[in-house]
């Protein structure tokens, strides 16, 4: 099974902060890489697919990059209602797996 | 408007079983493989099962595989889970999503407890 590895787990950062979560795959999925956002008590929201394409009404703040075993998602200038727990994705192979989370905290 | 809306959550004893259910609308449902995901309290996404659209592929996590069962009835849009030898760690939120291969949307999930 391929193995997600997000870094940090953990984030505190400030309204208009440019932040970076890392996406370390443990073998190679070329660009099939999802991002997702999840706020407490909601289900996770669709932001990222194919590594760095954004889906539909996401906001252009939000990017993705990468590509083989190393994927990041940025957002430029961090605004309140990004704070929330970030999660990678693999759909390269089943079974599909997810990173363990990155929780971004004020 | 996509929705999803799952059901079927419940306390439940260890050993036990049960079936979720996720009704679907605003897509042609028969078109599109779904997926499960959990999430037990306080912990991460785990991705637990997948069937393709017409129902003839399905995938399973490992920590599920021999225990739990998805199908379809793309007759009445609906996907299901039937659970079996629960156990304590099966516990979680259940969510159902379409896949495309990625999750674009998600339902708003079923609680299933398992407890004596």
């Known amino acids: 099974d391929i193995q997600l590895t997000q870094s940090p787990s953990f984030l505190s950062a400030s309204v208009g902060d440019r932040v970076t979560i890392t996406c370390r795959a443990s073998q190679g999925i070329s660009s099939y890489l999802a991002w997702y956002q999840q706020k407490p008590g909601k289900a996770p929201e669709f932001l990222i697919y194919?590594?760095?394409t954004l889906h539909s009404g996401v906001p252009s703040r939000f990017s993705g990059s990468g590509s083989g075993t190393e994927f990041t998602l940025t957002i430029s200038s961090l605004q309140p209602e990004d704070f929330a727990t970030y999660y990678c994705?693999?759909?390269?192979?089943?079974?599909?797996?997810f990173g363990q989370g990155t929780k971004v905290e004020i | 408007e996509v929705q999803l809306v799952e059901s079927g959550g419940i306390l439940i004893p260890p050993g036990g079983s049960l079936r979720l259910s996720c009704a679907a609308s605003?897509?042609?449902?028969?078109?599109?493989?779904m997926s499960w995901v959990r999430q037990a309290p306080g912990k991460g996404l785990q991705w637990v099962s997948a069937i393709s659209g017409g129902g003839d592929s399905t995938h399973y996590a490992d920590s599920v595989k021999g225990r739990f069962t998805i199908s379809r009835d793309n007759s009445k849009n609906t996907v299901y889970l039937q659970m079996s030898s629960l156990r304590a760690e099966d516990a979680a939120v259940y969510f159902c999503a379409r896949e495309v291969p990625q999750l674009d949307y998600w339902g708003q999930g079923t609680l299933v407890t398992v407890s004596s």
């Open positions: 994705q693999q759909v390269n192979s089943y079974p599909r797996t």
């Open positions: 605003g897509f042609t449902f028969s078109s599109y493989a």
């Open positions: 194919a590594a760095y």
